[in-house]
């Protein structure tokens, strides 16, 4: 079977290499039969001519004729006793020569004349001692055994001549090997049935594999195969569902960061062309505040599209590099690279005193945007802190300041792209920021195995957390293996406002 291209499709390959394997084997089969027939064939001839050559012996021992009771007058009449009384077998015969011609033959008419033939005959009559050998007939190949016979008193040279058809018998193994083959071919004809209608329910899924795939367009990457059982076809088609959930996420993430710089850069293209486009020549002064509004445009620009890449590479394996990380360390090195953000009352919270695995870098890089975040909705002389710690087998990592919160309903929203909160408590405006801060925090966190979240302290202000799976360093916990009591207790649901460390500036 061949598909509309010419191709031949991959249930007909298998089946035509079963039926070939098959085929071989059954071809092999016969030809094994028919060699072991033949063989036994061959030797049940010979057997047939030995047990002849040994009853004459005995009846020639004897010495007297069965039907007569006395000893026989000379060599014809014991050759003649021996015929009269011993009867040949199917496909068999006898015949006695006496003096180099053929004298008396066994009662059963034979396949072939033997005995008319005077070559073998005469080749036979110059026979002196017990000889097997073959020869040709109108019944085909003949194996024969010449038995040379004297008797005292009696110079005459005589023989029994014990003629076995093996052609004539040989017809019997070629039927059986006949029907041998045909049964094998019968065999072989339900064997590629039974053969082709197994290889299209397993190869089921993979055709539908192939027709999803053909289905599938840049537009539509929704369809998905069901899988059933448990074996290496459904395996492929789970593994064939999971690439389509990476398609489609990433052909998702591609439109999003497309939809979001085309959006978000067309503003401040439009301000510069425009400005541009009014700019006097002859006004110096004029010139230069346009000059310094482009730049910050242009900073801005940058610092978006800076932003848009950070988020489109959060879904990449290599976003992280993974290695060990002291909690400790990153919490106070945070605090001490946050003061240049504003002057606020910085200080250290809770310290979580373990080594875990994550990236230093990225995590350093979601508390620096928390606390730059912080310090935009905070004024001159608020609190904001900065902690770590373990509970209930997760890491903590939080940003808390005494601004003046977030909105229950803003809560969940400010964690996407583009989303800015209500006007911030230092008078600065909400447009000021590029509203990717806190979709890079969420992506960190997400690339973590962990998300993240805002609360509300009892005490007012926001509480930004990073919750992450807990992932121990080598030897890096302080308690004992398998021990995972908190290293810090934190009441719910407001973390401790611990007064360890502040920095003030």
Same mark, same amino acid.
């Given at each position: 079977?061949t598909?509309?291209e010419?191709?031949?499709t991959a249930r007909?390959r298998?089946v035509?290499w ?7 084997a059954?071809?092999?089969?016969v030809?094994?039969t028919w060699?072991?027939?033949?063989a036994?064939?061959n ?11 040994n009853k004459?012996?005995?009846y ?8 007569t009771?006395?000893p026989?007058a000379d060599v014809?009449?014991?050759?003649? #006793? ?7 077998d199917?496909?068999e ?12 033959r066994?009662?059963?008419e *034979?396949?072939?004349r033997?005995?008319?033939d005077?070559?073998?005959v005469?080749?036979?009559a110059r026979t ?9 007939s ?6 024969y ?7 005292s008193?009696?110079p005459?040279?005589a023989?029994?001549?014990v003629?076995?058809f ?19 071919f019968g ?5 590629g049935?039974? #053969?082709?209608l197994?290889a299209?329910?397993?190869l !089921? ?16 990457l929704?369809?998905?195969?069901v899988v ?5 076809v !459904?395996?492929?088609?789970s593994?064939?569902n ?7 996420s990433a ?10 710089a ?11 062309r425009?400005h541009?486009?009014?700019m006097?020549?002859?006004?110096p ?5 346009t000059?310094a509004?482009?730049?910050e445009e ?5 610092r ?8 489109a ?10 290695a ?14 946050s003061?240049?953000?504003?002057d606020r009352r ?16 990225r995590?350093?890089?979601?508390l ?6 912080a310090?935009?909705?905070?004024r001159d002389?608020?609190t904001i802190?900065?902690g ?18 977030v ?6 929203r ?12 230092n008078g600065?405006? *909400?447009?000021?920021?590029? #509203?990717?801060?806190?979709?890079i ?6 690339a973590?195995?962990g ?9 007012g ?7 992450? *799976?807990?992932?121990p ?13 908190d290293?810090?207790?934190?009441p719910?649901p407001?973390l401790a406002?611990?007064a ?6």
């Amino acid at each position: 079977m061949t598909t509309a291209e010419g191709r031949v499709t991959a249930r007909a390959r298998i089946v035509g290499w079963m039926l070939l394997l098959v085929g071989l084997a059954l071809a092999g089969s016969v030809a094994v039969t028919w060699s072991v027939l033949s063989a036994r064939l061959n030797d049940r001839v010979d057997g047939e001519l030995t047990h002849e050559a040994n009853k004459l012996r005995s009846y020639t021992q004897n010495g007297v004729d069965p039907a007569t009771g006395r000893p026989p007058a000379d060599v014809s009449e014991l050759l003649t #006793g021996y015929l009269v009384h011993n009867l040949p077998d199917s496909y068999e015969t006898f015949f006695s020569v006496v003096d180099g011609r053929a004298a008396r033959r066994s009662a059963q008419e *034979p396949p072939a004349r033997l005995d008319h033939d005077p070559a073998f005959v005469a080749r036979v009559a110059r026979t002196r001692t017990p000889a097997y050998g073959w020869v040709d007939s109108a019944a085909g190949e003949v194996r024969y055994a010449v038995l040379p016979v004297r008797m005292s008193g009696d110079p005459r040279q005589a023989a029994l001549v014990v003629v076995q058809f093996r052609d004539a018998q040989r017809a019997e193994v070629t039927e059986t090997t006949r029907v041998l083959g045909f049964t094998a071919f019968g065999a072989l004809a339900v064997a590629g049935l039974v #053969g082709w209608l197994i290889a299209g329910r397993v190869l !089921a899924p993979i055709r539908l594999v192939r027709q999803t795939a053909d289905q599938i367009g840049e537009s539509d990457l929704t369809r998905r195969l069901v899988v059933r059982g448990n074996d290496d076809v !459904a395996a492929l088609a789970s593994t064939f569902n999971r690439m389509l959930d990476r398609l489609e996420s990433a052909f998702a993430a591609q439109r999003r960061f497309l939809d979001d710089a085309g959006h978000e850069l067309r503003t401040p293209i439009t301000v510069i062309r425009g400005h541009l486009e009014l700019m006097a020549d002859d006004d110096p002064a004029e010139r230069e505040e346009t000059r310094a509004l482009l730049m910050e445009e242009l900073d801005r620009m940058n610092r978006m599209v800076n932003d848009l890449i950070m988020l489109a590479k959060a879904d990449r394996p290599d976003f992280l590099t993974v290695a060990e990380v002291d909690l400790a360390d990153l919490t106070v090195d945070v605090v001490a690279k946050s003061r240049g953000l504003g002057d606020r009352r910085w200080r250290v919270g809770a310290v979580a005193e373990v080594r875990v695995l994550g990236d230093a870098q990225r995590l350093t890089q979601a508390l620096m945007q928390l606390a730059s975040n912080a310090a935009r909705h905070t004024r001159d002389g608020d609190t904001i802190e900065v902690g770590s710690a373990v509970r209930d087998g997760s890491v903590l990592l939080w940003v808390r300041d005494t601004g003046p919160g977030v909105a229950s309903e803003d809560a969940e929203r400010i964690f996407g792209r583009f989303v800015r909160a209500a006007q911030p408590a230092n008078g600065k405006s *909400p447009a000021e920021g590029s #509203g990717l801060g806190l979709a890079i925090v969420a992506s960190i966190a997400k690339a973590h195995g962990g998300a993240a979240y805002v609360q509300s302290p009892l005490g007012g202000g926001a509480e930004f957390v990073l919750a992450l *799976p807990l992932r121990p360093a080598p030897g890096g916990l302080p308690y004992e293996a398998g021990a995972m009591a908190d290293t810090v207790v934190l009441p719910a649901p407001e973390l401790a406002a611990s007064a360890d460390t502040e920095v003030t500036r």
